[in-house]
């Protein structure tokens, strides 16, 4: 685990928002130095703090306008059932996350699809076929709000 000062923890909410940042722009903000705002964030890098960046699509207006969350229980259970499911669910292109998790489900998943009938399609071509699947729960998102995180 790293320590985090108030400059690091204000470093990466700037960074959560806009990943773009340069260390330029947020040692300015900061009231830092360009060379100390690259330090700070090569320290945060290398002490794994950052894990990647990522691109924030506008999924609507991509024509993505329906986002159901699917809980998957396996019909079957095992180690073997498991490292199938995750390969074959991995080949959906429309399944945005998998996420093993521990409670009503195995699995829960985020699937995007153009409309409601686009959705069902692929939870009957694709989802439902998937090996060891068992019983399926359907949650549509009707609205997100993106929340900053613990820092």
Do not use: C
Not at 85 to 99: D, N
Not at 104 to 125: G, K, P, T
């Amino acid at each position: 685990m790293i320590a985090l000062d108030d400059l690091d923890r204000q470093m990466l909410r700037m960074l959560a928002k806009d990943a773009t940042l340069s260390a330029g722009a947020l040692g300015r903000s900061l009231g830092l130095s360009q060379p100390a705002a690259w330090r700070r964030l090569k320290r945060l890098r290398d002490a794994g703090a950052i894990a990647r960046h990522r691109l924030d699509m506008d999924l609507p207006a991509l024509g993505f306008g329906v986002t159901v969350f699917l809980g998957i229980t396996l019909a079957t259970k095992g180690r073997v059932s498991l490292a199938d499911f995750e390969r074959a669910v991995a080949a959906i292109p429309e399944v945005q996350t998998v996420q093993h998790v521990l409670g009503l489900y195995e699995y829960r998943l985020r699937v995007v699809a153009r409309d409601l009938s686009d959705f069902e399609r692929v939870l009957r071509r694709r989802i439902m076929t998937l090996p060891g699947v068992g019983a399926v729960d359907a949650n549509v998102l009707l609205s997100e709000e993106r929340l900053p995180g613990p820092l």
